[in-house]
């Protein structure tokens, strides 16, 4: 397996546009190193897309295709020689991300972002107590998180009182988990906001990469 399977139609306006992503000097030596052994590498771009799902920590599937073929959504930059290829669904979330590569990491993607919200049937996000919740996570609950490397997204609620969150970063996969869902962040919800009874994580706690503890 390659480092790139390890990590998970170009017009000149769109080699000119401003760079989607940073790509540090290092990992473009990495890059022209690997498409240099493909078959006819001149033609190739790195293709750099998320594999993961809405409300999933980010993973990312990387690869070299021929850049003249890129999907007509598809964004191309040129990073110093270096072509790369960002699906348009993935150009928002991607914004402002660094790929970089180290001798004990390899490739790796430092993203700012967080993932997009899952949506799950029958519960709803966008009135006035999900504006609530939102704006608790985002100045009291990840913040504390933070120290620990992780964040919880909001999902929705049922109407009933409970509300729904997915972990991720050092949060998702993590031993201790459900005790920081229910005695951290369901109590900084409960006591803050009334209509919030509890909290339920809708997180697959199997697939995480980073926890904090394990």
Do not use: W
Not at 13 to 25: F, G, L, M, R
């Amino acid at each position: 397996m390659s480092p790139l399977e390890a990590l998970a139609g170009e017009s000149g306006d769109a080699a000119t546009s401003e760079p989607i992503i940073s790509v540090t000097p290092e990992a473009l030596d990495q890059l022209r190193e690997l498409r240099d052994d493909e078959t006819d590498g001149e033609k190739l771009g790195l293709r750099l897309a998320i594999a993961s799902s809405p409300g999933e920590e980010f993973r990312y599937d990387l690869s070299f295709e021929e850049f003249l073929t890129a999907a007509f959504t598809d964004e191309v930059r040129t990073h110093d020689g270096m072509k790369v290829i960002i699906p348009g669904e993935d150009i928002e979330l991607l914004a402002g991300a660094t790929l970089d590569y180290t001798s004990t990491q390899g490739l790796v993607i430092r993203n700012p972002n967080q993932p997009a919200t899952p949506s799950v049937e029958g519960l709803t996000n966008d009135d006035e107590l999900s504006a609530e919740v939102e704006a608790l996570v985002a100045t009291e609950v990840n913040p504390a998180l933070a120290a620990h490397g992780g964040f919880v997204t909001y999902v929705g609620h049922d109407g009933e009182g409970t509300a729904y969150l997915t972990m991720g970063g050092g949060c998702h996969g993590c031993s201790m988990s459900k005790m920081t869902m229910l005695d951290g962040v369901q109590t900084m919800l409960v006591e803050a906001i009334e209509a919030v009874e509890r909290v339920k994580d809708l997180t697959d706690h199997t697939t995480g990469e980073s926890p904090f503890y394990s």
